[in-house]
C-alpha cells in the first residue's frame, strides 16, 4: 500500500490534474494553494452558465455546499451532470449538512441527481445523510460517535464510498474498511482543513483507477503533511503556512515512516 500511495503522488505531480471546486468563500484561497502544493491544478469557478464548459476541462470535479445558496445549488446540478456525463470522479462535500432544512435538502438533491464518487464528512454529517442518530453544531460535529459503526452502517445505505474524518480517519465502500491514525489536533484550529482535503482527494481519484486506493492515499498524505507542520509550530496560523509547505514537501521516506493505516474491517 506505501509503495502504491507513492506511485499516485508521483502521478498527481507528473499529470497535474485540474480540479473543479464549486466551493465555499471561506475556503477557497486555502483549498486553491493546497492543491497547488500538491502538484494539482486548482479552478473554482461557481457560475451556472459556464460551469459546463469548466467541467470539460476537468479531471474531478469537487462540490462542497459550505456556504451554499439557491443560484450555487443550480450550478452544482449542472456541473454534476456535466461530470457524470464526462465520466471524471465527483467528490461531495456535506458541509453543515442537518444544520438546516435548506441544506439537508440541497444535500438529497445532489445525492438523488448526481453519480459520486466520494462522500467526505465529519461523523454527524455522515450520519444525517445515511439517516442515522446525530447531532451538530454550527458545521462541526459535536458528539462523539461510533466511527466504524457509523461508516459501516452509513456505506451501506447510501452506496458511496465515504471518507469520514475526525481523530481518527475512516475510509470505507461496501466491502472493505480502513483507517488512518495520522494527523494533528491543529487540524481542528484551522477553518477549511477537511474542504481542502475534499479537493486533495479530488486529486488522487482522477489520476487512479481505485477508488478506494485514491481515497486512502489522499488521507495518508495530508495527515502526514499536517503531522510534518504541526513538529514546526503550536500555533494555528503558523500552521496553515507549515501545512501548505509540508504538502508540497513530502517525501517518500516520510509516508514509509510515518503512515499508521490499518484495515479494521472487510
Do not use: W
Amino acid at each position: 500500500m506505501k509503495q502504491s500511495i507513492i506511485k499516485l503522488v508521483e502521478q498527481i505531480k507528473q499529470e497535474r490534474p485540474l480540479i473543479h471546486n464549486i466551493t465555499n468563500q471561506v475556503v477557497m484561497n486555502f483549498t486553491a494553494n493546497g492543491l497547488y502544493a500538491l502538484g494539482a491544478l486548482p479552478i473554482m469557478a461557481h457560475e451556472k452558465n459556464e460551469v459546463k464548459e469548466i467541467v470539460a476541462h476537468a479531471d474531478a470535479l469537487v462540490l462542497n455546499i459550505g456556504t451554499l445558496t439557491t443560484e450555487i445549488l443550480e450550478s452544482m446540478i449542472v456541473a454534476g451532470h456535466a461530470a457524470n456525463k464526462k465520466g471524471i470522479p465527483v467528490v461531495f462535500d456535506p458541509v453543515g449538512v442537518g444544520v438546516t432544512t435548506f441544506r439537508s435538502h440541497a444535500a438529497q438533491r445532489i445525492m438523488s441527481e448526481i453519480n459520486l464518487s466520494l462522500i467526505r464528512g465529519n461523523a454527524a454529517e455522515i450520519s444525517h445523510l445515511a439517516g442515522l442518530r446525530a447531532t451538530a453544531r454550527g458545521v462541526d460535529a459535536s458528539e462523539v460517535l461510533d466511527g466504524p459503526s457509523i461508516i459501516k452502517q452509513s456505506t451501506q445505505k447510501l452506496n458511496v464510498p465515504i471518507l469520514m474524518t475526525g481523530k481518527v480517519d475512516y475510509i470505507a465502500n461496501q466491502e472493505i474498511l480502513y483507517q488512518v491514525s495520522n494527523g494533528s489536533e491543529l487540524l481542528t484550529k484551522v477553518t477549511g482543513a477537511g474542504c481542502l482535503l475534499s479537493s486533495i482527494a479530488g486529486a488522487f481519484l482522477a489520476v487512479s483507477e481505485s477508488c478506494i486506493l485514491a481515497v486512502v492515499a489522499a488521507v495518508s498524505y495530508f495527515t502526514i503533511a499536517a503531522e510534518k507542520a504541526a513538529e514546526k509550530t503550536s500555533f494555528p496560523g503558523q500552521f496553515q503556512i507549515e501545512l501548505l509547505d509540508a504538502l508540497s514537501s513530502i517525501t517518500e521516506a516520510d509516508i514509509i515512516d510515518r503512515l499508521c493505516l490499518e484495515k479494521v474491517g472487510e
